[in-house]
């Protein structure tokens, strides 16, 4: 018998690095003289400070698979099985530092909290962000405030996209949140500004998503579904600008850059979003005051328009149904501002 401790395999991903996802902790190749077993107490046996009850805790909410399969503790082990241990975070590599940074907290509860995440935060401590991230300033708050409680995420969103974000402060908060997101019951709006105008009022975006092949720092769509993953986004337009739209994005699934990249596949890129082109003037006028016009939003807002504006759940321990709304940030706001100022002077002028 094997066990393997590699780097985590994706499992159910989330938008935008937003994601929810399932990493795989622990494999098992399963020898051929084993014997039928139990996999609660096989893996008791085999995995370093795992409880029997955090093991049976873990196959009641299908984070024990064997062979591509969740099953239940009871599961007799078989020779040749293949076993993985999935978990709702990487494998912790370093220590997380706890670190007084100001957060938005929207609510606060024993099993969860409801963060509102500025743009330009990274969400958690990785190779080139080891300090000031979302991670270390909640760790620094439930020290002072519950020392019992720990940041379990989630789900994620980039670092340059603001907005809601639900954490468990314990495992089986954890657990059953990320169980919602697995099953797409979690509601989750956007709000993101883009390049163009549409011709219908709302549509539907379909398209598999996988890491482009030239550069895995982008997420390209793949129409034939030969490559990536099944991924579906629905928008409604909300407000127009002529030369740039404001929609609403409904996430049914949620994938790495999901709205980001889909957007581009369409024709729309996010405004000043400079992964998928979208910090060019892709629309507009030639004219020089335009382009100077389209700089200062670009200044205003530096990094790609989009916001986790919507949120809605069960919580994990009353089954209560529950639902957040946040403001469109200050840096969006005041470019939307300026668009509705221009798109008004434009109107008075023809």
């Not at 937003?18 to 893996?43: C, M, P």
């Not at 996010?270 to 060019?280: A, E, I, R, V």
């Not at 949120?311 to 300026?338: A, C, R, V, W, Y």
């Amino acid at each position: 018998m094997q066990a393997e401790f590699e780097a985590p395999e994706n499992i159910a991903e989330e938008e935008n690095d937003d994601t929810q996802e399932l990493f795989e902790h622990f494999r098992f190749s399963v020898d051929k003289g084993q014997s039928l077993l139990r996999i609660d107490k096989f893996l008791f046996a085999r995995i370093e400070n795992a409880s029997r009850n955090k093991i049976q805790l873990a196959a009641k909410e299908q984070c024990i698979v064997v062979n591509g399969v969740p099953v239940k503790a009871n599961y007799k082990v078989k020779p040749n099985d293949t076993i993985s241990v999935l978990m709702t975070y990487p494998p912790r590599e370093i220590e997380i530092i706890a670190q007084d940074i100001p957060l938005d907290i929207v609510y606060e509860d024993t099993d969860l909290l409801i963060v509102n995440k500025q743009p330009g935060m990274v969400v958690h401590p990785a190779y080139g962000n080891y300090t000031g991230t979302l991670v270390n300033a909640l760790t620094f708050h439930f020290q002072k405030t519950d020392p019992t409680s720990a940041p379990f995420l989630v789900h994620r969103i980039d670092k340059d996209t603001s907005g809601i974000m639900i954490v468990a402060k314990n495992e089986l908060a954890q657990t059953r949140l990320a169980k919602q997101f697995f099953d797409h019951t979690i509601t989750r709006k956007y709000a993101a500004l883009v390049w163009g105008d549409f011709e219908e009022e709302e549509g539907t975006i379909t398209g598999h998503l996988g890491r482009s092949k030239k550069d895995r720092k982008v997420v390209t769509v793949y129409p034939e579904g030969d490559y990536g993953k099944h991924a579906v986004t629905h928008y409604r337009v909300l407000e127009r600008f002529g030369y740039v739209t404001l929609v609403e994005c409904q996430l049914e699934t949620g994938r790495t850059h999901q709205i980001r990249a889909h957007m581009r596949y369409i024709g729309h890129p996010l405004f000043n979003d400079q992964t998928y082109g979208g910090d060019t003037i892709l629309k507009g006028t030639t004219f020089t005051k335009y382009k100077q016009f389209v700089a200062n939003c670009f200044g205003l807002l530096p990094r790609q328009a989009l916001h986790a504006k919507t949120l809605g759940f069960k919580h994990p321990g009353t089954n209560e149904k529950m639902f957040f709304d946040s403001k469109i940030p200050d840096d969006m706001n005041q470019t939307l501002e300026k668009w509705r100022t221009y798109t008004a002077s434009q109107k008075k002028v023809n």
